[in-house]
């Protein structure tokens, strides 16, 4: 009897196994944890008829019971994909493949829009499908926001042997991370959406020149190609494209370096080929990155089939992203936003830019390598104080005193103890802006920075109702 093994009890690998199990595969479940969490995911599966093995690492001795009887290894996003068991069974002639391309096995029968980028792809992804639903198109959305793939395939494919025959998606919109691509080499989207490229996850991928190009895989698999034309990585490569769509929110461009949809002087969305489309006011959201978001958006929907009044009527009613630049209220006179999502220093920038200023900012967590330059520059012009939690508070407030940062600088153990402070330096300081955006990631205290973001709101809700 041959056997599946997906290793992780995450959402991606319980999705996976879940899928294989409806498909009528024999699975097994590794996963080297086994506290109370895990005990409890495993007991769900182990209900549904799949074996779960906890406590149990990834070596090679953990696969030695069904080695001569694998059919596949399937493997979570957060499972490294260089990692040197998973090479011995590639080795020994084991398929080895990501959850992202055990969806696509079953879901390719749709089109797909993949959307990739180190920031943006999250907005892009949610405001692409309110977009397409809003038109009257059947577009879920999974991937690395959301459902996990796998959870979307099998939720198709249970309703139809059901019996329920739901309909037929129109498209599946599916923001895929690099260490999604890079374990599925196999997915070949419809539409491909590159957003942004900074350096990110070096510590996984080792160089941006590697990172660069597992994402350059999945729009060079793609039959139509959106770049941000303001992108300086993406610009700089654009003459090694030999198609694509071109955004700018900078304006048409000559030559080159012409756009395929922008934005002009006025404010206006222009498409090449359709001419003046509408207002970029139509999206009320803050900062130049939201309309390069706006432009991408526009340049899938009208791939999509449609058409332009009915794009700008989606945007005017989008409610906005939880976790980016999430305004939630004001509190001392300053505006208050949750920017859990940016987990490195060019996503905390594209905030400073948008909110308010004088801002005083919340910053801290798990510290990424990456530039900070930009950040700390604009924290210097943008922000009056700063107050640091988590593992990183030291080496934040090291960087920023090196930088001569002018203003405010504290320490603290974690947002319990951050936020009041922060609160009263705004106060005194006369703040616009009270402004959560970490430059860090979130694993040093929370499971992910949706966990730290709910967090911070209900630290900002218990102060908004006093």
């Known amino acids: 009897m041959t056997r599946t093994v997906v290793v992780g009890l995450g959402r991606s690998g319980i999705g996976a196994a879940r899928l294989l199990r409806a ?3 024999t699975v097994t ?6 506290g109370d969490s895990q005990t409890r995911r495993a007991r769900d599966l182990i209900d549904q008829g799949i074996e779960v093995q906890l406590g149990r690492p990834l070596t090679l001795s953990s696969f030695a019971p069904w080695l001569n009887d694998l059919e596949a290894v399937v493997v979570s996003p957060g499972i490294d994909w260089n990692h040197p068991t998973l090479d011995a069974l590639r080795q020994q002639g084991v398929a080895v493949i990501g959850e992202m391309a055990l969806a696509w096995q079953s879901l390719n029968g749709t089109p797909w829009i993949g959307i990739t980028g180190t920031n943006g792809k999250t907005t892009v992804t949610q405001l692409l499908q309110h977009v397409l639903s809003s038109g009257g198109l059947n577009a879920p959305m999974a991937g690395n926001v959301g459902h996990s793939a796998t959870e979307l395939a099998l939720s198709l494919s249970a309703g139809a042997a059901n019996g329920e025959a739901p309909a037929a998606p129109d498209w599946l919109v599916i923001e895929m991370s690099s260490y999604q691509i890079e374990a599925a080499e196999t997915v070949a989207p419809r ?5 942004t490229l900074t350096p990110d996850h070096l510590e996984r991928h080792g ?3 590697a990172y660069r190009a597992i994402k350059r895989g999945l729009l060079e698999r793609s039959q139509i190609r959106i770049f941000n034309a303001d992108d300086s990585d993406l610009r700089s490569h654009r003459a090694s494209w030999d198609h694509g769509l071109w955004i700018s929110a900078e304006g048409a461009g000559d030559g080159a370096t012409a756009a395929d949809l922008w934005c002009d002087a006025k404010g206006v969305v222009h498409c090449r080929r359709r001419g003046p489309l509408f207002p970029a006011s139509a999206l009320a959201m803050p900062g130049d990155h939201n309309r390069q978001n706006l432009l991408m958006v526009t340049a899938a929907a009208l791939e999509a089939g449609l058409e332009p009044e009915v794009i700008a009527a989606a945007l005017r009613t989008f409610p906005g992203v939880p976790h980016r630049l999430e305004r939630l209220g004001e509190l001392k006179g300053m505006q208050v936003f949750n920017d859990s999502k940016a987990t490195n220093f060019d996503a905390a920038v594209v905030a400073l830019r948008s909110v308010p200023r004088p801002a005083v900012v919340l910053a801290g967590g798990q510290t990424k390598q990456g530039e900070a330059g930009e950040w700390l520059t604009l ?3 943008r922000s009056c104080a700063v107050v640091l939690y988590g ?3 030291e080496e934040l407030s090291n960087l920023l005193s090196s930088s001569g940062y002018p203003g405010h600088i504290r320490r603290c153990d974690d947002l319990d103890a951050a936020v009041p402070i922060a609160l009263e330096l705004g106060h005194q300081l006369h703040a616009g802006t009270l402004l ?3 430059a860090c990631a979130s694993f040093d205290q ?5 966990a730290r973001g709910d967090h911070f709101r209900t630290l900002i809700a218990t102060q908004l109702s006093t």
């Open 23 to 25: 498909q009528g595969k």
């Open 29 to 34: 479940v590794l996963e080297r944890l086994e």
């Open 191 to 195: 539409i491909g959406i590159w957003t």
């Open 207 to 209: 160089t941006l020149e």
């Open 379 to 381: 924290m210097g012009e």
């Open 391 to 393: 593992s990183g508070a």
């Open 436 to 438: 959560l955006s970490p």
């Open 446 to 450: 929370y499971s992910d920075f949706e």
